[in-house]
């Protein structure tokens, strides 16, 4: 029977960044329940790096892992995660106190955004809609390389001396005589701990080890891929409205569009919902008189939220040996390296770094659930 200091289920990007931060100072296992890391979640992001993304509580992280995204530490590659977007919010006539109240919530944060009128946001959206009137504009937003990333963490764990187990779903936990004891795809393992990165399956992870769920649940969102006529201009700012109903970017002379949709529904390999897909694109119609000439491609993927909305980071109050990395919601992959190392800083027992200096922990801690 094989013995680890951490077992972690789950190798998406927490399950992966967390491997990646712990490998050098613990004998670590992923175990991944399906035949490759990152199928559901990660592997559908459409993810960028913008600090308002999550709100002002979850600003911290985000803002902690740009420098790494942007130059990673050795061992990472020489290459940023990184690439310039831009992020411009988008109000109609009527919304500018949203605009007001957008900007007062990242007051004094150091987040730069500029309000920008309208001949500002026609230059770049020709069509645009008339009683689109103003916007904010964040210049910092970066598309993430969510791929390289994540294929990042994975070497970097394994070079640590990481394993990372594939079709390894968690079939048994019971925790005896200071020891986890697992069957993970039919393979007996023990562990000291239990890091809980199951992401959608956070909460039925908690339950088989017999600890109390937190109530993460999974939203499904949903994204298609458009040729427009115009083609989008590849230097497009992501585009959101005010009331968080729609997004949409540029990506590879095609339109990523969401409505922005989050339909609660149980964990599983999710796909996007009809009515979805057209609420999105009259949504789009609304906002330029763009044609669509096809809907070349659909997809929808699972963000999981705890109740308040922020990363649930932290030993389970019920069970000392079992740690909850879950709860990243669509602010994961923004998040991953200053997350993943405030889990392994508490997780081990590490001295917190530099990196994590604008970081209040506590505030992830699943304690505050009760």
């Known amino acids: 029977m094989a013995d680890y200091d951490v ?56 803002t902690a892992s740009g420098p790494w995204l942007h130059s990673p530490p050795g061992g990472y590659g020489e290459r940023s995660f990184l690439a310039p977007r831009g992020a411009l919010t988008l109000a109609r006539a009527g919304e500018e ?47 993430i390389d969510v791929g390289g990333l994540h294929q990042a963490f994975l070497s970097v764990a394994r070079r640590g001396g990481a394993q990372i187990a594939l079709k390894a779903p968690l079939e048994q936990a019971e925790y005896r005589g200071g020891q986890w004891h697992l069957v993970l795809g039919g393979q007996a393992v023990t562990a000291t701990r239990l890091a809980n990165a199951a992401g959608a399956w956070a909460d039925p992870v908690a339950t088989r080890c017999g600890v109390r769920p937190l109530g993460v649940q999974p939203y499904r969102r949903t994204v298609v891929q458009l040729r427009t006529r115009p083609a989008p201009v590849a230097h497009l700012p992501l585009t959101l409205g005010v009331k968080g109903d729609y997004y949409f970017k540029p990506e590879a002379g095609r339109l990523w569009l969401s409505p922005h949709d989050e339909t609660p529904e149980a964990p599983g390999d999710t796909a996007p919902d009809e009515l979805d897909m057209a609420i999105a694109i009259d949504r789009f119609t609304q906002v330029v008189d763009w044609t669509i000439e096809a809907v070349e491609h659909r997809w929808a993927g699972q963000r999981s939220f705890a109740p308040d909305r922020l990363p649930v980071i932290g030993y389970a109050p019920d069970q000392p040996a079992f740690f909850w990395f879950a709860g990243q919601g669509g602010f994961g992959i923004q998040t991953a390296p200053a997350a993943a190392r405030l889990a392994a800083t508490v997780l081990l027992g590490l001295t917190p770094d530099t990196m994590l200096n604008g970081v209040d922990g506590q505030m992830y801690n699943p304690a505050r659930f009760g």
């Open 97 to 143: 106190p949203l605009l007001d109240a957008f900007e007062a919530e990242f007051a004094g944060s150091g987040v730069c955004m500029e309000r920008w009128g309208r001949e500002r946001i026609a230059a770049l959206l020709p069509g645009l809609a008339e009683d689109i009137v103003a916007a904010v504009y964040e210049p910092d937003c970066q598309d």
């Open 7 to 62: 077992v972690i289920i789950g190798a998406g990007i927490a399950g992966a960044s967390l491997a990646a931060e712990t490998a050098p100072h613990a004998r670590v296992l992923v175990a991944e329940a399906e035949d490759r890391p990152g199928y559901h979640s990660t592997g559908r992001s459409a993810a960028f790096w913008a600090e308002s993304y999550g709100g002002p509580k979850v600003q911290p992280l985000t």
